[in-house]
């Protein structure tokens, strides 16, 4: 057969306009993250000589999204899925 004939031409994209999450410093007070990360996850610790020092790095939304399902037990996204939305797609 001739390429592309049963099926298009293979497309690859990136979508830049992510939605902004919650910063590791609120997630560690939630406790959803180790009291650790507000340290380790921290821009421009090395100019401050201080605990939490510098700014806490803000995840995107599917990011923080992740980390709160995960760390809830949930192994996957289908085991969230309330029953009402069995028939929908995922």
Same mark, same amino acid.
């Given at each position: 057969?001739?390429?592309?004939? $049963?099926?298009?031409?293979?497309?690859?994209?990136?979508?830049?306009?992510?939605? $902004?999450?919650?910063?590791?410093?609120?997630?560690?007070?939630?406790? %959803?993250?180790?009291?650790?990360?507000?340290?380790?996850?921290?821009?421009?610790?090395?100019?401050?000589?201080? %605990?939490?020092?510098?700014?806490? $790095?803000?995840?995107?939304?599917?990011?923080?999204?992740?980390?709160?399902?995960?760390?809830?037990?949930?192994?996957? $996204?289908?085991?969230? %899925?309330?029953?009402?939305?069995?028939?929908?797609?995922?």
């Amino acid at each position: 057969m001739w390429a592309g004939f $049963l099926w298009p031409a293979q497309l690859i994209q990136l979508n830049l306009s992510f939605t $902004l999450g919650e910063p590791i410093d609120a997630l560690a007070e939630a406790g %959803v993250l180790h009291q650790e990360c507000r340290r380790i996850f921290h821009r421009d610790k090395e100019k401050h000589n201080a %605990v939490n020092a510098g700014t806490s $790095l803000r995840l995107q939304r599917h990011h923080s999204e992740a980390i709160r399902i995960a760390t809830a037990g949930y192994h996957h $996204l289908r085991d969230r %899925v309330r029953p009402s939305d069995q028939e929908r797609p995922i």
